[in-house]
């Protein structure tokens, strides 16, 4: 099968001061302050640390690295706004966030222009994202209206017995670099919808996006110190964490992020016994059984893997085809992925695969490819011995005769490698995707509707795509089993997270 990929990189070459001044011209919504406590502020002691395009090297921005004080000042903040917002009407909560969506709507293409430029990813993937992010907000500007407690019959005819739902406080929100502006709407509006004040921690390599939703839900008349946002370097992003876990005022820590930082993040709230949703690692299964549809599973399998190129916590991770068809699946896959992947800068016209975001991500990506090679898996892409990639680019690859103990198979990879294992009954397809000690998403293709059924409830996941490699949408709940996290978001699912159950028995005697 001969493999064509082509790489569009920028045509011209530009001094990074050039570059850096061109970009910004389109990044409207660039703010290098950080927000706290209702002030557009830089940190105490001048501390600041770079934002960088992957593609290009370019530095975009320079944000405020605070601190621990600084995450003292917005919990304080938030704690004081807590109490007005908790009290505001559910229906001004609700048409502030209506407010807040048609804003994230009519500045969808600076958005998308920021995200492409601190994250990486395509502008077609970038704009999704901005449209899947404000849905959120639309979402919830709808929840907010509809949350309610219940009055259930007591135990006795002189005990009304009432729960109602009020808000749990302060919440803190840290969210990945690979989707800065969904996750962090998804969280914001429940918590917004709820009556929650936030603090929010953005990922070190993407916090203009954050900042810039900041700048947009300000505009949309979010009161001050309700929303706080702390920019924070890797450095010290620990202290800013533990800073944000350890104090009693913030009653919710919402977390997506590697499981690692979630335990963490977890043994850190003890202390306070704080309300927790974690949202963690993958290592999603992709099964296509004899019966499926080959075209259905090639689609599906090329949205849920590439997607990011990789780097999505429900991505494709461990691809399991069935012996009658694995062949067959291989050889279109392959030819797929040659035919209608181009990497390159995302803001390039045609590209649909960026670069990955980081070094460590690289490193990570190219260590486990290289090791389930070691380990017996057959490289068909690129061809051994190819050239290694230019800067953060790296190449789609296809590794097949995978086995369940290979490194590809036991890590989550997060990078575009396709790696696909033989199996032969649906018994051993479910045995393998269940031996990970992580439960997010898992795909299967099938037309066998019974077999649909029956493998949808036995996976060991949070959510399943029967037949469909997308399956996020605001409707819906997101979440996973295992290591892969706690709580659900999305749905009115989020409601549990950012509310309290209170019991009032009026005795009527
Ligand atoms: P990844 O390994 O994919 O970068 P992380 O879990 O490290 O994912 O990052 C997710 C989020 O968690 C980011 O906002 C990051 O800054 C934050 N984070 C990382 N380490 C800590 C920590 N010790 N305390 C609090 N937040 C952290």
């Not at 849905?135 to 209206?145: D, L, P, T």
């Not at 300000?218 to 890797?234: D, F, M």
Request: proline fraction near 5%.
């Amino acid at each position: 099968m001969a493999l064509q990929l082509s790489y569009r990189l920028l045509g011209r070459q530009l001094s990074a001061g050039q570059a850096t001044r061109v970009g910004r011209r389109r990044l409207s919504l660039l703010r290098e302050r950080a927000l706290v406590a209702g002030q557009w502020t830089v940190a105490a002691d001048g501390a600041t640390f770079d934002v960088i395009n992957p593609a290009t090297d370019d530095v975009i921005a320079s944000v405020p690295d605070l601190g621990e004080a600084d995450a003292a000042r917005a919990v304080a903040a938030a704690a004081e706004a807590q109490r007005s917002w908790g009290q505001t009407a559910p229906r001004r909560r609700s048409q502030l966030l209506q407010a807040y969506f048609r804003l994230l709507e009519e500045h969808g293409e600076q958005l998308a222009a920021l995200l492409t430029a601190e994250q990486g990813k395509p502008l077609a993937e970038a704009r999704a994202e901005v449209a899947y992010g404000a849905g959120y907000i639309e979402w919830f500007a709808g929840e907010a209206r509809r949350i309610h407690g219940e009055v259930v019959d007591g135990a006795a005819p002189h005990k009304e017995t009432l729960m109602i739902r009020q808000p749990a406080g302060v919440a803190a929100l840290i969210t990945p670099w690979n989707f800065p502006i969904a996750m962090l709407l998804r969280k914001l509006g429940a918590a917004l919808a709820c009556g929650c004040a936030a603090v929010a921690k953005p990922a070190e390599d993407t916090p203009l996006s954050a900042l810039a939703l900041a700048a947009l839900a300000e505009q949309a008349g979010l009161p001050p110190g309700v929303l706080s946002v702390l920019t924070a370097s890797r450095a010290r992003t620990p202290e800013v964490g533990a800073a944000l876990c350890r104090d009693p005022r913030v009653a919710v820590l919402s977390f997506t992020g590697s499981t690692a930082v979630g335990k963490l993040l977890y043994a850190q709230c003890a202390s306070t016994v704080k309300k927790l949703s974690l949202e963690l690692g993958g290592n999603s299964p992709f099964i296509v059984f004899d019966s499926a549809d080959l075209e259905k599973a090639v689609a599906g399998c090329m949205a849920s893997k590439f997607r990011n190129s990789g780097q999505t916590c429900i991505s494709t991770n461990r691809i399991l085809v069935q012996a009658g068809v694995y062949d067959r699946f291989v050889a279109a896959l392959g030819s797929v992925m040659a035919s209608q992947l181009t990497a390159g800068d995302g803001a390039a016209d045609g590209v649909n695969l960026g670069p990955l975001v980081n070094n460590a991500q690289l490193e990570k990506v190219s260590g486990l490819v290289s090791e389930s090679v070691r380990q017996g898996a057959r490289q068909v892409w690129p061809r051994p011995g190819s050239a290694a990639p230019e800067g953060r680019f790296y190449p789609p690859t296809l590794l097949t005769e995978v086995t369940p103990d290979m490194a590809c198979f036991r890590e989550e990879v997060f990078g575009p490698v396709a790696a696909c294992a033989r199996f032969e009954t649906e018994e051993e397809a479910l045995a393998i995707a269940n031996s990970s000690d992580m439960g997010l998403a898992g795909y299967i293709f099938t037309e066998n509707i019974a077999q649909a059924w029956r493998v949808s409830r036995a996976l060991e996941c949070g959510m399943v795509g029967v037949n469909e490699g997308l399956i996020s949408q605001p409707e819906a709940a997101f979440g996973g089993v295992k290591l892969s996290g706690l709580g659900r978001e999305g749905g009115h699912y989020s409601v549990e997270d950012y509310t309290e159950v209170k019991y009032i028995c009026f005795g009527t005697k």
